[in-house]
T-cell receptor, first 112, second 114 residues
């Protein structure tokens, strides 16, 4: 079993839809959970960061972590064409940001 | 604004050539990282560095070496490039310390080895 599993998609939704992106993981020591967004031909950029379990909201984006199920989610409300990108989950078991383990990324297209 | 720059966006090299990929960050970050990104495999860590002249192997160091002579610069070296090293290479940097610090990525170098 891979340490982090993420459905690569692709996922195509109409503008305004609610998008749900998910990752599962096997290492119960992971404590830090991140979502990165990567536009085509660009480097990834941090979108959301969560420590341990719980929810975090930032505008249209909500990150959820369920450590008991080893499952993390990113919800995008009122999706926009500008949200079209690849979304990568990442996690770490250390306080420092070294040794992140990434999911393979989910490619999302939001159609106008 | 944090800036991580990489020396080339696109690079084409021949099998057996020695290849240097350069990365520079302007935020005085202690940590620097080299990843490669391949379709279906995601981002994989090649090497990282906690400080000048310090380096640690990541998950796939074979065929690569690194150099960090100055804090702001981290170089990835392919001693003898092979076709299976054709990939997107991403550099990242972050502050060090025991708490979480965001990794900032450069734009990437797409390397093709013929």
């Amino acid at each position: 079993q891979k340490e982090v599993e993420q459905d690569p998609g692709p996922l195509s939704v109409p503008e305004g839809a609610i998008v749900s992106l998910n990752c599962t993981y096997s290492n119960s020591a992971f404590q830090y959970f991140m979502w990165y967004r990567q536009y085509s031909r660009k480097g990834p950029e941090l979108l959301m960061y969560t420590y341990s379990s719980g929810n975090k909201e930032d505008g249209r984006f909500t990150a959820q972590v369920d450590k008991s199920s080893k499952y993390i989610s990113l919800f995008i409300r009122d999706s926009q064409p500008s949200d079209s990108a690849t979304y990568l989950c990442a996690m770490s078991n250390q306080g420092g940001s070294e040794k992140l383990v990434f999911g393979k990324g989910t490619k999302l297209t939001v159609n106008p | 604004d944090v800036k991580v720059t990489q020396s080339s966006r696109y690079l084409v090299k021949r099998t057996g050539e020695k290849v240097f990929l350069e990365c520079v960050q302007d935020m005085d970050h202690e940590n620097m990282f080299w990843y490669r990104q391949d379709p279906g495999l995601g981002l994989r860590l090649i090497y990282f560095s906690y400080d000048v002249k310090m380096k640690e192997k990541g998950d796939i160091p074979e065929g690569y070496s690194v150099s960090r002579e100055k804090k702001e610069r981290f170089s990835l070296i392919l001693e003898s490039a092979s076709t299976n090293q054709t990939s997107m290479y991403l550099c990242a940097s972050s502050f060090g310390g025991p708490t979480y610090n965001e990794q900032f990525f450069g734009p990437g170098t797409r390397l093709t080895v013929l």
